[in-house]
């Protein structure tokens, strides 16, 4: 693929005002290329659900052990990854969602740190009280541990992943990171396809080198883009499906780079939900934009298509990635093994999501997302755990403003504790599948963007951030308190092994 003069100057090859040497003697600059792997060969498979060490009639106690692991995601390389349990991605929790009196239950979930560094995990659209959200300050040292209590009280597609200050981009990048998914009475009872019919899809760049080990050049904080793509932690794979339709529960969990998913074949990807649950009703779309930490719901109707069609999902180029490797362009393969019958509908409404009135705004903050000084800040600042930049009083409704005041970077904002709705983007509407509630929204080059939200359902410090994880890690962090007396974020701090009893 051929490399713009734009792409040069992101990697840091050219100064934007620099003389261009001729391309032919740029080129030997750039880094190698990951091993070979021939696309669509290894079998797609999803990361084991996590049982519960214990349940009662309110709560089910899940244990993670942080932990290096070798394993091979390349065919014929070992290479390390730090794993909860071991693996990459983590296993998955699905948790019953809702009010305790429609079966809603609660959870907690211990994780060990048996790693040589300090951790913090975010389970990200969870509504936590702030000692347990993964405050970035709020570290598990190695040798300790710490129980997060998570009241599951939406149904939706949740992550949760390493938010260790300054550590988040290598931390995740080793591999602490995986999928969270709460369901509720009201889905349940929706036809849409479920159990093997309904899929996660993780989808991770990564780059790798000559033998086999993680690559984490991200190009002086600017961003990692890998050179190989992986759905569930498998690079290309291939998956069988029988001609009907399938539910997919999409997340981009990479380092920096934004995907566009798209159907080979041009058909529709028929969407029906957002970051933090269902949409009011499905919308088709036939090209699919997601930042980190964007999650999505679809449907693919395999119905249309004979036994033995092969179905590409692509990921068309968007500019701001920097791509060294066509084959990026494809992210996995869907094959229409068999023939079966297919009891799920989409029905016309699914979860009405009820738009908060703008006149219901007590005020409106403005924060600019933007590089200086050779960092990333918001509003001219960087990340300080003692300064607060917002107080929004709880329960108020507030507009804030986003601005991206640079022309060559997206941005994929991130609040935590609140979901959110997008007002418009550059005075325009959102687009039709962005219409939900959302947590992280995709604030592309020199865009302005309005998002309205209610703040609660907790007090207290909550974060906001880029989620392009090297932005965020420098430093394009800030964070916000609902309210007054909330709970401090480093009140229930993470205590030695040595006293840990059984859940
Ligand atoms: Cu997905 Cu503050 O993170
Ligand atoms: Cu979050
Ligand atoms: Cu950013």
Redesign the pocket.
Known sequence: MKLTRRDAIKLGLIGSGSLLLPFSEQRPALAQFSPQVKPFELPFRTPPVLEPVRSDDTTDYYEITMKKARVEILPGYSTEIWGYNGITPGPIIRQQGGPPSEGGRQSVVRFINTLDESTSI?L?GMASLPPYDGYANDLIPPGYFKDYIYPNNRASTLWY?D?AVGKTFSHVYWGLASMYIVDDQFEQSLPLPKGEYEVPLIIQDKRFRADGSLDFDNRGNKGLYGDVMLVNGVPWPRMEVANRKYRFRVLNAGASRSVQLKLSTGDDLIMIGTDAGLISAPVKTKILRMGI?ERYGFIIDFSKYPIGTRVILQNPILPDNVDRDIRTTQIMCFDVVRQESDDSSIPDKLRFVEPIPVSSAVRTRTFRFERNGGLWKINNKVWDKNRVDANPGFGDVEIWNFVNTGGSWIHPI?I?LVDLQMLDRNGRPPLPYERGWKDVFYLGESETMRVITRFGPNRGKY?M?C?NIVHEDHDMMTQFEVGQGGFDPLSVPAKPISQMLPL
Do not use: F, K
């Open positions: 975010h990200h992943h938010h930490g991130h935590h974060m951030h989620h």
